[in-house]
Protein backbone atom coordinates (compact mmCIF):
# COMPACT_ATOMS: atom_id res chain seq x y z
CA UNK A 1 0.00 0.00 0.00
CA UNK A 2 1.12 3.16 -0.84
CA UNK A 3 0.51 6.18 1.32
CA UNK A 4 1.27 10.05 0.77
CA UNK A 5 1.23 12.70 3.50
CA UNK A 6 1.79 16.00 1.76
CA UNK A 7 0.43 16.26 -2.32
CA UNK A 8 2.83 19.31 -3.29
CA UNK A 9 1.83 21.21 -6.52
CA UNK A 10 5.28 22.73 -7.95
CA UNK A 11 5.75 25.73 -9.45
CA UNK A 12 8.57 25.29 -11.33
CA UNK A 13 10.80 22.90 -12.29
CA UNK A 14 13.66 23.93 -9.24
CA UNK A 15 10.94 23.71 -7.03
CA UNK A 16 10.50 19.94 -7.70
CA UNK A 17 14.23 19.35 -8.07
CA UNK A 18 14.73 20.56 -4.49
CA UNK A 19 12.38 18.73 -3.38
CA UNK A 20 13.23 15.26 -5.23
CA UNK A 21 16.88 15.47 -3.53
CA UNK A 22 15.15 13.82 -0.59
CA UNK A 23 14.89 10.11 -0.94
CA UNK A 24 11.30 10.21 0.78
CA UNK A 25 9.86 12.58 -1.70
CA UNK A 26 9.17 11.06 -5.54
CA UNK A 27 7.29 13.04 -8.82
CA UNK A 28 4.66 10.88 -9.38
CA UNK A 29 3.87 10.94 -12.74
CA UNK A 30 0.86 9.46 -13.70
CA UNK A 31 0.80 7.68 -10.62
CA UNK A 32 -0.25 4.47 -12.24
CA UNK A 33 2.60 2.20 -11.63
CA UNK A 34 3.31 4.30 -8.51
CA UNK A 35 0.40 3.29 -7.02
CA UNK A 36 0.88 -0.74 -6.99
CA UNK A 37 4.17 -0.13 -4.68
CA UNK A 38 4.63 -0.04 -0.94
CA UNK A 39 5.77 2.95 -0.03
CA UNK A 40 5.44 5.99 2.45
CA UNK A 41 5.47 9.12 0.63
CA UNK A 42 6.60 11.99 2.89
CA UNK A 43 6.03 14.69 -0.22
CA UNK A 44 4.22 13.47 -3.44
CA UNK A 45 5.61 15.95 -6.50
CA UNK A 46 3.14 16.82 -9.19
CA UNK A 47 4.24 18.25 -12.10
CA UNK A 48 1.09 18.89 -13.64
CA UNK A 49 1.04 22.62 -13.16
CA UNK A 50 4.15 23.32 -15.27
CA UNK A 51 3.08 23.24 -18.74
CA UNK A 52 4.91 19.65 -19.54
CA UNK A 53 1.41 17.97 -21.22
CA UNK A 54 2.01 19.39 -24.50
CA UNK A 55 3.65 17.73 -27.83
CA UNK A 56 5.11 20.79 -29.93
CA UNK A 57 5.89 20.10 -33.03
CA UNK A 58 9.26 22.36 -34.64
CA UNK A 59 10.68 22.42 -38.01
CA UNK A 60 13.21 19.88 -36.71
CA UNK A 61 11.99 18.35 -33.40
CA UNK A 62 9.18 17.00 -31.14
CA UNK A 63 8.81 18.27 -27.59
CA UNK A 64 6.98 16.02 -25.05
CA UNK A 65 6.28 17.24 -22.09
CA UNK A 66 6.95 14.36 -19.03
CA UNK A 67 3.41 14.97 -18.47
CA UNK A 68 2.08 14.05 -21.61
CA UNK A 69 0.26 10.68 -21.51
CA UNK A 70 0.63 7.73 -24.16
CA UNK A 71 -2.89 9.08 -24.92
CA UNK A 72 -1.50 11.94 -26.22
CA UNK A 73 1.25 9.97 -27.86
CA UNK A 74 -1.35 7.93 -29.70
CA UNK A 75 -3.63 10.50 -30.96
CA UNK A 76 -0.75 12.90 -31.99
CA UNK A 77 -0.86 13.01 -35.88
CA UNK A 78 2.54 14.67 -37.01
CA UNK A 79 4.26 12.47 -34.16
CA UNK A 80 2.74 9.57 -35.64
CA UNK A 81 3.24 10.26 -39.55
CA UNK A 82 7.27 10.84 -38.52
CA UNK A 83 7.40 7.17 -37.22
CA UNK A 84 4.62 5.87 -39.49
CA UNK A 85 2.00 4.98 -36.46
CA UNK A 86 4.95 3.03 -34.98
CA UNK A 87 4.46 5.04 -31.42
CA UNK A 88 0.59 3.96 -31.61
CA UNK A 89 1.59 0.73 -32.30
CA UNK A 90 3.95 1.28 -29.11
CA UNK A 91 1.49 2.47 -26.98
CA UNK A 92 -2.06 0.96 -28.59
CA UNK A 93 -2.38 -2.34 -26.48
CA UNK A 94 -1.26 -1.07 -22.89
CA UNK A 95 -4.28 -1.64 -21.11
CA UNK A 96 -7.34 0.30 -22.47
CA UNK A 97 -8.05 4.31 -23.15
CA UNK A 98 -8.53 5.00 -19.63
CA UNK A 99 -5.33 3.59 -18.44
CA UNK A 100 -3.83 5.72 -21.49
CA UNK A 101 -5.47 8.59 -20.31
CA UNK A 102 -3.39 8.84 -16.85
CA UNK A 103 -0.27 6.60 -17.71
CA UNK A 104 2.35 9.46 -18.70
CA UNK A 105 5.08 9.69 -21.00
CA UNK A 106 7.54 10.48 -18.35
CA UNK A 107 6.62 8.09 -15.79
CA UNK A 108 7.26 5.44 -18.21
CA UNK A 109 10.83 6.66 -19.57
CA UNK A 110 12.24 7.68 -15.96
CA UNK A 111 11.00 4.34 -14.37
CA UNK A 112 12.99 2.40 -17.64
CA UNK A 113 11.41 -0.13 -17.01
CA UNK A 114 11.80 -3.73 -18.08
CA UNK A 115 8.17 -4.03 -19.80
CA UNK A 116 8.31 -0.56 -21.54
CA UNK A 117 6.92 -0.79 -25.25
CA UNK A 118 7.48 2.94 -25.14
CA UNK A 119 10.94 2.75 -24.25
CA UNK A 120 11.72 0.20 -26.77
CA UNK A 121 9.95 2.30 -29.94
CA UNK A 122 11.41 5.47 -28.64
CA UNK A 123 14.72 3.87 -28.43
CA UNK A 124 15.36 3.06 -32.59
CA UNK A 125 14.33 7.08 -32.79
CA UNK A 126 16.94 9.60 -32.77
CA UNK A 127 15.79 10.70 -29.03
CA UNK A 128 17.07 12.51 -26.64
CA UNK A 129 15.33 13.12 -22.61
CA UNK A 130 15.79 17.06 -21.21
CA UNK A 131 16.23 16.88 -17.77
CA UNK A 132 16.40 19.64 -15.39
CA UNK A 133 20.14 19.38 -14.20
CA UNK A 134 22.09 16.66 -16.33
CA UNK A 135 20.91 18.56 -19.59
CA UNK A 136 20.14 16.90 -22.94
CA UNK A 137 21.38 13.21 -23.28
CA UNK A 138 20.60 10.66 -25.58
CA UNK A 139 17.43 8.08 -24.49
CA UNK A 140 20.20 5.86 -25.51
CA UNK A 141 22.78 6.93 -22.66
CA UNK A 142 19.70 7.49 -19.91
CA UNK A 143 18.49 3.88 -19.94
CA UNK A 144 21.40 3.03 -19.05
CA UNK A 145 22.10 5.31 -16.13
CA UNK A 146 21.08 4.39 -12.69
CA UNK A 147 18.14 6.29 -11.00
CA UNK A 148 18.95 9.43 -9.42
CA UNK A 149 17.15 13.21 -8.41
CA UNK A 150 17.02 14.84 -11.36
CA UNK A 151 13.55 15.81 -12.95
CA UNK A 152 12.76 14.17 -16.42
CA UNK A 153 11.53 17.53 -18.19
CA UNK A 154 10.85 16.70 -21.85
CA UNK A 155 11.19 13.77 -24.94
CA UNK A 156 12.97 15.41 -27.85
CA UNK A 157 12.66 13.17 -31.18
CA UNK A 158 13.99 14.33 -33.72
CA UNK A 159 12.94 14.37 -37.34
CA UNK A 160 15.21 12.34 -39.44
CA UNK A 161 12.96 10.33 -42.03
CA UNK A 162 14.05 7.57 -40.26
CA UNK A 163 11.51 4.06 -41.33
CA UNK A 164 9.84 2.86 -37.85
CA UNK A 165 8.32 -0.50 -37.30
CA UNK A 166 7.30 -1.74 -34.10
CA UNK A 167 5.78 -4.99 -32.88
CA UNK A 168 5.04 -7.01 -29.44
CA UNK A 169 3.69 -10.25 -28.26
CA UNK A 170 1.17 -10.42 -25.59
CA UNK A 171 -0.09 -13.60 -23.45
CA UNK A 172 -3.30 -11.78 -23.63
CA UNK A 173 -4.34 -8.25 -24.58
CA UNK A 174 -4.02 -6.51 -21.33
CA UNK A 175 -0.64 -8.39 -19.81
CA UNK A 176 2.68 -6.55 -20.23
CA UNK A 177 4.26 -7.68 -23.38
CA UNK A 178 6.66 -11.06 -23.41
CA UNK A 179 9.16 -9.49 -25.86
CA UNK A 180 8.99 -5.96 -27.86
CA UNK A 181 10.85 -5.19 -30.61
CA UNK A 182 11.58 -2.06 -32.72
CA UNK A 183 13.70 -1.55 -35.95
CA UNK A 184 14.16 1.74 -37.59
CA UNK A 185 16.47 2.61 -40.75
CA UNK A 186 18.03 5.59 -41.96
CA UNK A 187 19.95 5.43 -45.18
CA UNK A 188 21.96 2.04 -45.01
CA UNK A 189 21.64 1.56 -40.83
CA UNK A 190 19.45 -0.36 -39.43
CA UNK A 191 18.45 0.42 -36.02
CA UNK A 192 16.74 -2.73 -32.81
CA UNK A 193 15.60 -2.54 -29.68
CA UNK A 194 14.60 -5.54 -28.09
CA UNK A 195 12.43 -5.00 -24.59
CA UNK A 196 10.65 -6.73 -22.67
CA UNK A 197 13.40 -9.43 -22.80
CA UNK A 198 12.36 -9.24 -19.41
CA UNK A 199 14.67 -6.38 -18.83
CA UNK A 200 15.07 -3.03 -20.36
CA UNK A 201 14.84 -2.26 -23.73
CA UNK A 202 18.62 -1.97 -25.51
CA UNK A 203 19.41 -0.42 -28.52
CA UNK A 204 21.73 -1.94 -31.10
CA UNK A 205 23.29 -0.33 -34.49
CA UNK A 206 24.88 -1.77 -37.77
CA UNK A 207 25.93 -0.13 -40.67
CA UNK A 208 25.75 -1.17 -44.32
CA UNK A 209 24.69 -4.84 -43.42
CA UNK A 210 22.15 -5.37 -45.99
CA UNK A 211 23.32 -4.84 -49.75
CA UNK A 212 21.71 -1.42 -50.54
CA UNK A 213 19.53 -3.19 -53.24
CA UNK A 214 17.17 -5.41 -52.62
CA UNK A 215 18.49 -7.49 -50.10
CA UNK A 216 17.44 -11.37 -50.19
CA UNK A 217 15.33 -12.92 -47.91
CA UNK A 218 18.58 -14.95 -46.53
CA UNK A 219 20.04 -11.77 -46.29
CA UNK A 220 17.45 -10.81 -43.72
CA UNK A 221 17.08 -13.81 -41.80
CA UNK A 222 21.23 -13.39 -41.29
CA UNK A 223 21.00 -10.08 -40.01
CA UNK A 224 18.07 -11.05 -37.85
CA UNK A 225 19.34 -13.89 -36.42
CA UNK A 226 23.16 -11.44 -36.01
CA UNK A 227 20.79 -9.17 -34.14
CA UNK A 228 18.74 -11.31 -32.24
CA UNK A 229 22.44 -12.73 -30.78
CA UNK A 230 23.04 -8.97 -29.55
CA UNK A 231 20.59 -9.04 -26.64
CA UNK A 232 20.67 -11.46 -23.90
CA UNK A 233 17.08 -13.37 -22.64
CA UNK A 234 15.55 -14.04 -19.41
CA UNK A 235 12.69 -16.68 -18.51
CA UNK A 236 9.71 -15.42 -16.13
CA UNK A 237 6.37 -16.60 -16.02
CA UNK A 238 4.67 -15.47 -19.33
CA UNK A 239 7.67 -16.68 -21.71
CA UNK A 240 11.33 -18.72 -21.54
CA UNK A 241 14.89 -17.75 -22.68
CA UNK A 242 14.17 -19.36 -25.38
CA UNK A 243 10.85 -18.51 -26.45
CA UNK A 244 12.06 -15.10 -26.65
CA UNK A 245 15.10 -15.33 -28.02
CA UNK A 246 13.68 -16.85 -31.09
CA UNK A 247 10.23 -14.37 -31.05
CA UNK A 248 12.98 -11.49 -31.21
CA UNK A 249 14.34 -13.62 -34.28
CA UNK A 250 10.98 -13.60 -35.65
CA UNK A 251 10.06 -9.75 -34.60
CA UNK A 252 13.35 -8.59 -35.88
CA UNK A 253 12.76 -10.15 -39.24
CA UNK A 254 9.52 -9.23 -39.86
CA UNK A 255 10.76 -5.23 -38.81
CA UNK A 256 13.42 -5.05 -41.12
CA UNK A 257 11.24 -6.50 -43.61
CA UNK A 258 8.67 -3.37 -43.07
CA UNK A 259 11.43 -0.56 -43.04
CA UNK A 260 13.00 -1.71 -46.54
CA UNK A 261 9.42 -2.19 -48.09
CA UNK A 262 8.88 1.40 -50.11
CA UNK A 263 12.57 0.98 -51.10
CA UNK A 264 12.25 -1.60 -53.76
CA UNK B 1 -5.39 20.47 1.36
CA UNK B 2 -8.71 22.42 0.67
CA UNK B 3 -9.34 21.28 -2.60
CA UNK B 4 -12.43 22.52 -5.10
CA UNK B 5 -13.83 20.69 -7.71
CA UNK B 6 -17.19 20.34 -9.36
CA UNK B 7 -18.81 16.36 -9.45
CA UNK B 8 -21.70 16.32 -11.77
CA UNK B 9 -21.75 20.01 -11.98
CA UNK B 10 -22.39 20.66 -8.16
CA UNK B 11 -19.33 22.62 -6.92
CA UNK B 12 -17.54 20.68 -3.82
CA UNK B 13 -14.55 21.96 -1.37
CA UNK B 14 -13.75 20.03 0.92
CA UNK B 15 -10.70 18.88 2.57
CA UNK B 16 -8.85 15.69 1.51
CA UNK B 17 -4.75 13.34 2.79
CA UNK B 18 -2.87 13.70 0.29
CA UNK B 19 -3.05 9.97 -0.90
CA UNK B 20 -7.04 10.50 -1.41
CA UNK B 21 -8.11 8.38 -3.78
CA UNK B 22 -10.94 9.77 -6.26
CA UNK B 23 -12.67 6.79 -6.66
CA UNK B 24 -13.49 7.13 -2.36
CA UNK B 25 -13.75 10.32 -2.98
CA UNK B 26 -17.02 9.96 -5.33
CA UNK B 27 -18.37 7.29 -3.80
CA UNK B 28 -18.37 9.30 -0.16
CA UNK B 29 -20.08 11.86 -1.84
CA UNK B 30 -22.78 9.80 -3.11
CA UNK B 31 -21.76 8.73 -6.65
CA UNK B 32 -22.65 4.76 -6.11
CA UNK B 33 -22.25 4.04 -9.49
CA UNK B 34 -18.11 4.35 -9.56
CA UNK B 35 -17.47 0.79 -8.87
CA UNK B 36 -14.47 -0.52 -6.64
CA UNK B 37 -12.94 -3.59 -9.17
CA UNK B 38 -9.44 -4.29 -9.11
CA UNK B 39 -7.91 -1.61 -7.97
CA UNK B 40 -4.83 -2.32 -10.29
CA UNK B 41 -6.10 0.01 -12.96
CA UNK B 42 -6.98 -3.02 -15.15
CA UNK B 43 -11.00 -3.70 -15.60
CA UNK B 44 -12.50 0.06 -15.76
CA UNK B 45 -15.30 -0.33 -13.27
CA UNK B 46 -14.51 2.65 -11.92
CA UNK B 47 -14.11 4.66 -15.17
CA UNK B 48 -15.21 8.57 -14.93
CA UNK B 49 -15.03 11.54 -17.03
CA UNK B 50 -12.21 14.61 -15.23
CA UNK B 51 -12.10 17.23 -17.92
CA UNK B 52 -14.01 15.11 -20.42
CA UNK B 53 -11.06 12.46 -20.61
CA UNK B 54 -12.00 8.78 -19.35
CA UNK B 55 -9.75 8.14 -16.23
CA UNK B 56 -9.63 5.54 -13.74
CA UNK B 57 -10.80 6.91 -10.68
CA UNK B 58 -9.38 4.31 -8.80
CA UNK B 59 -5.65 5.55 -9.80
CA UNK B 60 -6.59 8.83 -9.86
CA UNK B 61 -5.57 11.42 -6.27
CA UNK B 62 -8.10 13.45 -5.85
CA UNK B 63 -5.86 16.51 -4.94
CA UNK B 64 -5.34 15.75 -8.91
CA UNK B 65 -8.88 16.45 -9.38
CA UNK B 66 -8.89 20.09 -7.82
CA UNK B 67 -10.14 22.55 -10.05
CA UNK B 68 -11.21 20.28 -12.52
CA UNK B 69 -14.93 18.39 -13.94
CA UNK B 70 -16.03 15.31 -13.16
CA UNK B 71 -18.78 13.16 -14.34
CA UNK B 72 -20.21 10.00 -13.28
CA UNK B 73 -22.77 8.07 -14.68
CA UNK B 74 -24.91 9.80 -12.22
CA UNK B 75 -24.60 13.13 -14.00
CA UNK B 76 -25.43 11.27 -17.40
CA UNK B 77 -28.31 9.82 -16.63
CA UNK B 78 -30.82 10.96 -19.34
CA UNK B 79 -28.24 9.27 -22.06
CA UNK B 80 -27.22 6.26 -19.94
CA UNK B 81 -31.06 5.70 -20.06
CA UNK B 82 -31.00 5.71 -23.72
CA UNK B 83 -27.88 3.07 -24.58
CA UNK B 84 -29.26 0.98 -21.33
CA UNK B 85 -32.24 0.10 -22.70
CA UNK B 86 -30.24 -1.36 -25.88
CA UNK B 87 -28.01 -3.30 -23.35
CA UNK B 88 -31.61 -4.51 -21.92
CA UNK B 89 -32.82 -5.29 -25.20
CA UNK B 90 -29.32 -7.49 -26.26
CA UNK B 91 -29.15 -9.13 -22.54
CA UNK B 92 -26.13 -7.63 -22.28
CA UNK B 93 -26.66 -6.15 -18.78
CA UNK B 94 -26.14 -9.74 -16.96
CA UNK B 95 -25.12 -9.20 -13.12
CA UNK B 96 -24.35 -5.18 -14.32
CA UNK B 97 -21.26 -4.36 -11.98
CA UNK B 98 -19.64 -3.48 -15.24
CA UNK B 99 -21.91 -1.26 -16.92
CA UNK B 100 -21.65 2.30 -15.27
CA UNK B 101 -18.08 1.59 -15.97
CA UNK B 102 -18.71 0.30 -20.29
CA UNK B 103 -22.04 3.22 -20.21
CA UNK B 104 -19.90 6.08 -19.61
CA UNK B 105 -16.48 4.95 -22.05
CA UNK B 106 -19.51 3.69 -24.55
CA UNK B 107 -20.76 7.44 -24.64
CA UNK B 108 -17.73 8.88 -24.79
CA UNK B 109 -16.47 7.02 -27.24
CA UNK B 110 -19.54 8.19 -29.62
CA UNK B 111 -17.86 11.41 -29.39
CA UNK B 112 -14.96 10.45 -29.84
CA UNK B 113 -14.52 8.07 -33.17
CA UNK B 114 -16.50 8.91 -36.51
CA UNK B 115 -17.81 5.46 -37.89
CA UNK B 116 -16.36 2.73 -35.90
CA UNK B 117 -15.67 -0.64 -36.88
CA UNK B 118 -16.09 -3.34 -34.84
CA UNK B 119 -12.82 -3.92 -34.14
CA UNK B 120 -12.19 -0.25 -33.28
CA UNK B 121 -14.89 -0.31 -30.54
CA UNK B 122 -13.73 -3.82 -29.29
CA UNK B 123 -10.04 -1.82 -29.10
CA UNK B 124 -11.75 1.50 -27.91
CA UNK B 125 -13.06 -0.61 -24.97
CA UNK B 126 -10.12 -3.52 -24.24
CA UNK B 127 -9.90 -1.08 -20.75
CA UNK B 128 -13.91 -2.26 -20.13
CA UNK B 129 -13.60 -5.90 -18.48
CA UNK B 130 -16.79 -7.68 -17.79
CA UNK B 131 -16.68 -10.19 -15.49
CA UNK B 132 -19.92 -12.49 -16.79
CA UNK B 133 -17.89 -12.15 -20.09
CA UNK B 134 -20.75 -10.85 -21.85
CA UNK B 135 -18.72 -9.16 -24.48
CA UNK B 136 -20.63 -10.40 -27.60
CA UNK B 137 -23.86 -9.09 -25.96
CA UNK B 138 -22.54 -5.64 -25.19
CA UNK B 139 -21.21 -5.35 -28.89
CA UNK B 140 -24.32 -6.01 -30.20
CA UNK B 141 -25.82 -3.74 -28.42
CA UNK B 142 -23.69 -0.94 -28.96
CA UNK B 143 -23.45 -1.47 -32.68
CA UNK B 144 -27.43 -1.34 -32.16
CA UNK B 145 -26.98 2.23 -30.49
CA UNK B 146 -24.73 3.53 -33.20
CA UNK B 147 -26.52 2.15 -35.71
CA UNK B 148 -29.77 3.98 -34.70
CA UNK B 149 -27.54 7.37 -34.03
CA UNK B 150 -26.58 6.73 -37.59
CA UNK B 151 -22.60 5.85 -36.42
CA UNK B 152 -21.30 2.64 -37.91
CA UNK B 153 -19.43 1.83 -40.79
CA UNK B 154 -20.87 -1.31 -41.34
CA UNK B 155 -24.56 -3.44 -41.23
CA UNK B 156 -25.73 -4.92 -38.35
CA UNK B 157 -25.49 -8.93 -39.18
Not at chain 1, 170 to 198: E, H, T
Not at chain 1, 236 to 245: G, L, T
Not at chain 2, 50 to 64: E, I, Q
Not at chain 2, 121 to 131: A, D, F, M, P, V
Request: glycine fraction near 8%.
Amino acid sequence: MITINNFVKVKTLAEAYQLNQKRTNVVIGGFMWLKMGNRKIQNAIDLSGLGLNKIEETDDEFRIGSMCTLRDLELHEGLNNECQGALKEAVYHIVGVQFRNGATVGGSIYGRYGFSDVLTCLMVLDCYVELFKGGIISLKEFAKKKYDNDILVRILIKKDSRKVSYQSQRNAKMDFPLIAVAVAKKKNNIFVAVGARPMKAKLIQKSGCLSEQNPSQEEIAEFADWAKGQFSYGSNMRASKEYREYLAYVYIKRGVKEVLKDDH
Amino acid sequence: MIIKLWVNDKKITDEIDGDAILLDFLRDHGCYSVKRGCETSNCGLCTVLMDSKLVLSCSTLVARADGKHVITLEGLQEEAKEFGGFLADQGAEQCGFCSPGLVISVLTMVKELKNPSDREISEYLSGNLCRCSGYMGQLRAIKRYLNQKGAQKNEIS
